[in-house]
């Protein structure tokens, strides 16, 4: 079982739905990532938080220390948000989801 | 381009071939680092170099062989390789290695296959 598990793996959308991807972890970490991978392959980081809340435009990462759990929500969704989004937490090492694959449709 | 260039960006290799995978920085960062993206698998690090010397080779086959000549640049040589070891190769690159966890940029990668 991997240290950080995501949910859903693939997730469809309609152009415009709020989306939320779900993270948890089992390990001990003193920081939470959230990494877009667009299809050419590069990876872009788009939050780390250790607490509460943040809000980057259409994006908001939220962090819940004592369950362990973290959600990326995408408002208004739109055909460019489509790509690979990658959970990671940071402790001794950095622990990696395995991506939830998002396609929004026009 | 986001300041890490990996060359090439795809790369289809025999078994029995010899060839390299490069990466090259210019943000004035003294760590590097070679990942491993499997289909469905979370990224796995597979080398890492700070200021030029190698610090950590998380039990990578002899198969691939690090080089990093100065802290610009980093090489990935690949020699009698297995169809398993296809897979997406990303390098990243940060101020040095304590700091990764708060500021790090990654390549677009090189898409490898074997056959």
């Known amino acids: 079982k991997n240290e950080v598990e995501q949910s859903p793996q693939n997730l469809t959308a309609q152009e415009g739905e709020f989306i939320t991807i779900n993270c948890s972890y089992s390990?001990?970490?003193?920081?939470l990532h959230w990494l877009q991978q667009h299809p050419g392959g590069g990876i872009v980081s788009l939050f780390m938080?250790?607490?509460g809340k943040k809000k980057h435009g259409r994006l908001i990462a939220t962090i819940n220390i004592q369950e362990k759990h973290s959600s990326l929500h995408i408002t208004a969704s739109h055909p460019r948000d489509s790509a690979v989004y990658i959970c990671?937490?940071?402790?001794?090492?950095?622990?990696f989801g395995t991506g939830t694959s998002l396609t929004v449709i026009p | 381009e986001t300041g890490v260039t990996q060359t090439p960006r795809h790369l289809v290799m025999g078994m029995t071939n010899k060839k390299s995978l490069k990466c090259e920085q210019h943000?004035?960062?003294?760590?590097m680092y070679w990942y491993k993206q499997s289909a469905k698998k979370p990224l796995e690090l597979m080398f890492v170099?700070?200021?030029?010397?190698?610090?950590e080779n998380n039990s990578v086959p002899s198969r691939f062989s690090p080089e990093c000549p100065n802290s610009s640049h980093l090489f990935l040589h690949l020699h009698t390789l297995q169809p398993e070891d296809s897979a997406l190769y990303l390098c990243?690159?940060?101020?040095?290695?304590?700091?990764?966890?708060?500021?790090?940029?990654f390549g677009s990668g090189t898409r490898l296959t074997v056959v």
């Open positions: 170099y700070n200021f030029k010397e190698q610090t």
């Open positions: 390990v001990g970490i003193s920081a």
């Open positions: 990671a937490g940071t402790g001794n090492q950095f622990y």
């Open positions: 943000l004035g960062h003294n760590a």
């Open positions: 990243a690159s940060s101020q040095d290695r304590q700091t990764f966890h708060y500021g790090y940029t």
């Open positions: 938080l250790s607490s």
